[in-house]
């Protein structure tokens, strides 16, 4: 099993059954997670764009200073959820605080939209895990936070003295415009909150913001970095983008396991937009292809269909050259400016063999590119879907 947030040194997690979901189906996996720093740690969070944000993202945006932890529940998004769910939210953290004996903690929720949380059983929870501390290691704090998930998903890597590890939940109502469902991650450097802030939001700019499974955006989504300081390692301007490089490998680690799991998915498209004009233009055309329904029903069926991938490119609406673009699907070579002569059984293929195919759009614009993940779109994406609530 992967290493996680539980690996980094000074922080222990703990996970409780707490049946905050009713369902037919029982449930085999812890419902709460809380995670505690060992020392008052200094945060970075990025959060969700939606205008709609549930009651654990108003919460938790306004919490400022350090903080001891983060507390969360799967099963229950409390959100829509109105002055109740502020005040059910608040009370999550302010119990984590009080059983632990700590300072202030984040509070992340994800699940059903619009059910109140049921604070009976999740009181019961979070003690419960308050006093399983330290005994959820590697993929258990991941399993509490999953909710379609298939399989825990979470990241570990070694810097130049020091840990970065991390988990995250995802598998639908991905399209974060900031973040994904749910991430969690830690590590021992010592560093300024304003630094530890600017590694974030780069790093997520080329990770979870770079990433699409159905084009929904969550009213949940939220990423929270935590730095216990247990390391004598300093991060300062000198080794900053050494930090941020790490960082960005654990968090495109965990966008791209997001991905994998999407809801019903098979398959998993890097879509890569090169020699554009500008950053900004090769990162809206390749989201606006990664989005397209009909470029991924497209991949489920292994068409080479590269006509939806020029028009998805076009629909971008940022001044794409029709004459100049080039569309390939794998190494094979679709389009110049029209289409060119290619043997269609040996595309489909390639995309039947593979379970990660790669578009690559060829703009002749320019030097800059992007490249963005998205899966494809099935059967089983609609039948998850269909069924969630029961």
């Given at each position: 099993?992967?290493?996680?947030?539980?690996?980094v040194?000074?922080?222990?997690?703990?996970?409780?059954?707490?049946?905050i979901?009713?369902?037919e189906?029982?449930?085999?996996?812890?419902?709460?997670?809380?995670?505690?720093?060992?020392?008052?740690?200094?945060?970075?969070?990025?959060?969700?764009?939606?205008?709609?944000?549930?009651?654990?993202?108003?919460?938790?945006?306004?919490?400022?200073?350090k903080?001891?932890?983060?507390?969360?529940?799967?099963?229950?998004?409390?959100?829509?959820?109105?002055?109740?769910?502020?005040?059910?939210?608040?009370?999550?953290?302010?119990?984590?605080?009080?059983?632990?004996?700590?300072?202030?903690?984040?509070?992340?929720?994800?699940?059903?939209?619009?059910?109140?949380m049921?604070?009976?059983?999740?009181?019961?929870?979070?003690?419960?895990?308050?006093?399983?501390?330290?005994?959820?290691?590697?993929?258990?704090?991941?399993?509490?936070?999953?909710?379609?998930?298939?399989?825990?998903?979470t990241?570990?890597?070694?810097?130049?003295?020091?840990?970065?590890?991390?988990?995250?939940?995802?598998?639908?109502?991905?399209?974060?415009?900031?973040?994904?469902?749910?991430?969690?991650?830690a590590?021992?450097?010592?560093?300024?909150?304003?630094?530890?802030?600017?590694?974030?939001?780069?790093?997520?700019?080329?990770?979870?913001?770079?990433?699409?499974?159905?084009?929904?955006?969550?009213?949940?989504?939220?990423?929270?970095?935590?730095?216990?300081?247990?390391?004598?390692?300093?991060?300062?301007?000198?080794?900053?983008?050494?930090?941020?490089?790490?960082?960005?490998?654990?968090?495109?680690?965990?966008?791209?396991?997001?991905?994998?799991?999407?809801?019903?998915?098979?398959?998993?498209?890097?879509?890569?937009?090169?020699?554009?004009?500008?950053?900004?233009?090769a990162?809206?055309?390749?989201?606006?292809?990664?989005?397209?329904?009909?470029?991924?029903?497209?991949?489920?069926?292994?068409?080479?269909?590269?006509?939806?991938?020029?028009?998805?490119?076009?629909?971008?609406?940022?001044?794409?050259?029709?004459?100049?673009?080039?569309?390939?699907?794998?190494?094979?070579?679709?389009?110049?400016?029209?289409?060119?002569?290619?043997?269609?059984?040996?595309?489909?293929?390639?995309m039947?063999?593979?379970?990660?195919?790669?578009?690559?759009?060829?703009?002749?614009?320019?030097?800059?590119?992007?490249?963005?993940?998205?899966?494809?779109?099935?059967?089983?994406?609609?039948?998850?879907?269909?069924?969630?609530?029961?």
């Amino acid at each position: 099993m992967k290493k996680g947030i539980a690996e980094v040194p000074g922080v222990k997690c703990g996970t409780a059954f707490a049946g905050i979901k009713k369902t037919e189906k029982p449930i085999n996996r812890p419902d709460v997670l809380v995670i505690v720093t060992d020392e008052p740690s200094e945060f970075a969070a990025v959060f969700t764009r939606n205008d709609v944000k549930a009651a654990p993202i108003k919460v938790s945006m306004e919490i400022t200073g350090k903080v001891s932890g983060i507390v969360a529940n799967s099963g229950n998004a409390n959100a829509c959820t109105g002055e109740r769910g502020l005040a059910d939210a608040v009370e999550m953290s302010k119990l984590a605080s009080q059983l632990t004996g700590k300072g202030k903690f984040l509070v992340a929720s994800t699940g059903v939209i619009g059910e109140p949380m049921p604070m009976e059983r999740v009181r019961k929870g979070i003690a419960e895990a308050v006093k399983n501390l330290g005994k959820a290691k590697r993929e258990e704090p991941a399993r509490a936070i999953m909710t379609t998930d298939t399989f825990p998903k979470t990241a570990f890597t070694k810097g130049n003295g020091y840990v970065i590890g991390g988990i995250a939940k995802g598998a639908g109502m991905i399209d974060p415009s900031m973040a994904t469902m749910l991430s969690f991650v830690a590590t021992d450097v010592k560093i300024s909150k304003e630094l530890l802030q600017r590694a974030l939001r780069e790093a997520v700019e080329v990770s979870f913001n770079a990433i699409t499974v159905d084009g929904d955006m969550s009213t949940n989504d939220c990423v929270f970095l935590l730095s216990t300081g247990r390391n004598s390692v300093e991060i300062t301007e000198n080794n900053y983008r050494e930090f941020r490089e790490n960082l960005t490998v654990v968090l495109k680690d965990l966008a791209y396991q997001i991905v994998k799991d999407g809801e019903g998915a098979t398959k998993v498209a890097r879509v890569v937009v090169e020699k554009a004009k500008s950053k900004e233009q090769a990162k809206a055309v390749a989201r606006k292809i990664a989005l397209s329904p009909l470029v991924k029903t497209a991949i489920f069926g292994c068409d080479p269909n590269w006509g939806r991938i020029a028009a998805a490119a076009g629909a971008a609406m940022v001044g794409v050259e029709e004459e100049k673009m080039e569309i390939y699907i794998g190494s094979f070579l679709l389009f110049k400016g029209r289409r060119v002569d290619y043997n269609e059984e040996e595309v489909f293929r390639y995309m039947k063999e593979n379970d990660e195919i790669t578009i690559k759009v060829v703009l002749n614009q320019g030097e800059e590119k992007f490249e963005y993940l998205t899966c494809d779109l099935t059967y089983d994406y609609v039948r998850i879907n269909a069924e969630y609530r029961t």
